[in-house]
């Protein structure tokens, strides 16, 4: 199989359908195999080999660029100018009212990184990778000439501490009191020493750039669990030349992604066409095609698919098995050329693996199979999805 993959990558020009056929059955890692793909199907690499390196180059430094833009206090810039920090703050200062006012971004900033650094601090809590220090911390940030400010000690900082504020889907906020610690708290975590930087943080930093540079949707719950599979893969290369860049490649890919499923996360548009809850229907419709006895018996017990499959669906399985198999199941969700429809199907095969275990449960009972599914081998879901992909 690598030699199938090692033959297709080699072309000048990488065939596609090739690639996305190979993908399909899951990509092997060695060499970096799966990186290189995950690139070449998230419309990062394009296929032609000869333009890799200038792309990756001006990707890379567009990112870098980005830093330099976003993560700054307000007023470093013009000091750097050789304006003295005093004289800047005569035209921008803290309690400017103006909205323009760079310190008024700031404040708003600080809200959507509270709600970032908690979601990222959780990430994969079974695995110690995200709370180990990276090999390659950005520098351009970490530099003390540079008096950038890391994010984390933005949040340490932040006046926000004082209350955690999150925001559910429906729109309703519980503000919960700092006094009441979650088992999460910041203080289990081992503080890294100056000049480390844990890959939790650079998870942090790549969905605070996302969120700056795309107001309208800026930060959702949930985005921390699409890109700490990608992040993951790309860190942990067995080329250094490219694990050096996962940050920004990421971000990239990261970005790329988001464009095609943005949609599941905007809640506007949930009952729209391209919508979470259109796609939700769509399970339960492909369903009734394949197994109508157990679609009915769901129906009858009004199991609704937003129950489970907003969460199936919303974070592409990302919470429903362990990250290995996750990232098995993404090789194949990214070689759909139809983009997702074969997550559809995965979803249906999920529900068929386990009728029997449906049929002769209650309601209570099968709420319980759906919201902690009982089938941790993905090889069998995805042979039986593909099934159900043939019988069309």
């Excluded at 943005?262 to 506007?268: A, G, L, Q, V, Y």
Aim: with cysteine.
């Amino acid at each position: 199989r690598i030699a199938d993959f090692q033959e297709v990558l080699g072309e000048p020009t990488v065939a596609l359908a090739k690639l996305r056929d190979l993908c399909f059955s899951g990509i092997p890692f060695d060499g970096g195999l799966r990186c290189l793909c995950w690139k070449i199907l998230l419309n990062y690499l394009p296929l032609e080999k000869a333009l890799w390196s200038s792309l990756l180059k001006k990707q890379r430094d567009l990112y870098s660029q980005f830093l330099k833009e976003m993560i700054i206090q307000p007023g470093i810039a013009k000091a750097n100018l050789g304006v003295s920090r005093e004289d800047v703050t005569l035209e921008d200062h803290p309690l400017n009212p103006n909205p323009d006012s760079r310190w008024n971004t700031y404040f708003k900033d600080n809200e959507v990184l509270l709600q970032i650094d908690k979601d990222v601090r959780r990430l994969y809590p079974d695995m110690a990778f995200f709370q180990r220090p990276t090999d390659y911390p950005c520098l351009l940030i970490l530099d003390p000439q540079n008096e950038f400010e890391t994010l984390r000690k933005r949040v340490e900082q932040t006046t926000l501490k004082s209350q955690t504020v999150a925001r559910n889907r429906s729109g309703v906020t519980n503000v919960s009191s700092p006094l009441k610690t979650t088992p999460n708290s910041l203080s289990e975590y081992e503080v890294l020493p100056n000049g480390c930087e844990a890959h939790w943080e650079v998870v942090e930093r790549i969905l605070f750039i996302y969120a700056k540079l795309n107001p309208g949707i800026a930060y959702v719950q949930g985005m921390n669990e699409i890109v700490g599979p990608l992040y993951y893969t790309f860190a942990t290369d067995p080329n250094s030349e490219w694990k050096e860049h996962a940050e920004a490649d990421t971000f990239f890919c990261f970005t790329n992604l988001m464009a095609e499923i943005r949609d599941n996360f905007i809640k506007s548009l949930d009952d729209s066409q391209c919508g979470i809850t259109y796609k939700m229907e769509k399970v339960y419709s492909t369903l009734k095609e394949k197994d109508v006895e157990l679609y009915l018996k769901l129906q009858e017990q009004n199991i609704k698919p937003q129950f489970f499959a907003f969460r199936w669906l919303t974070l592409l399985l990302s919470q429903e098995f362990l990250l290995p198999d996750v990232i098995r199941i993404w090789d194949s969700l990214f070689a759909d050329d139809k983009r997702f429809d074969f997550l559809l199907l995965v979803c249906c095969a999920m529900l068929t693996l386990i009728r029997d275990q449906l049929l002769e449960g209650d309601f209570t009972l099968n709420m319980r199979l759906l919201q902690d599914y009982p089938i941790s081998d993905v090889h069998l879901i995805l042979k039986k999805a593909k099934e159900l992909q043939d019988s069309k």
